[in-house]
């Protein structure tokens, strides 16, 4: 009896050890963004690329680049803030959907955030719900008073003008992009 509590003892003990060293490796992207600070918008180059418009369809796609120009890696935790205005009128703003995890995003890395939003045609005559800007107010996760202004591009980096027909923007969890 004595030897089996020692064996369980001892693969107890090896279970631990091996968890331990595992953490403080730092294998994971997890486990590194507790060594870094969150990123803030000061530290980020944004990137609004407004994609073609697919036929049939009321949405239109968008994608918010966002590069980290740091000094050094951060975390990106969360939605960013992304809002069009028209002057101090009405205003569009992004709702996320889903889940975020945090990015531990290196000097130089890219975070994307899809966005879809409803297109107004462009025969419909202005009304008070429609919101239409070349640029929009962005900020980083949890840095919402420094917020700085993006241009809308197309695909080919043409200057955009969007035209949304509704009071909401919906951003998918930012993801780390592809290197």
């Not at 923007?169 to 992009?177: N, Q």
């Amino acid at each position: 009896m004595r030897r089996r509590s020692l064996l369980a003892v001892g693969a107890a003990a090896l279970t631990l050890t091996v968890t331990a060293g595992l953490a403080v490796t730092g294998c994971g992207t997890s486990r590194m963004t507790a060594l870094h600070a969150n990123c803030t918008t000061k530290g980020l180059r944004w990137k609004l690329t407004v994609l073609k418009k697919k036929p049939h369809t009321v949405h239109r796609e968008a994608r918010l680049s966002i590069a980290n120009t740091g000094a050094g890696p951060c975390v990106f935790r969360g939605f960013p803030a992304f809002e069009v205005h028209v002057g101090k009128g009405p205003e569009s703003g992004a709702v996320g959907h889903g889940k975020t995890l945090p990015i531990d995003l290196p000097r130089g890395g890219t975070v994307l955030a899809p966005l879809r939003y409803k297109d107004c045609p462009k025969v419909t005559p202005p009304s008070a719900g429609m919101v239409s800007n070349d640029t929009a107010v962005v900020s980083a996760p949890r840095d919402y008073p420094r917020r700085q202004t993006v241009v809308a591009r197309d695909e080919a980096g043409k200057r955009l003008r969007m035209t949304l027909c509704a009071d909401r923007i919906w951003m998918d969890p930012p993801r780390e992009a592809a290197e």
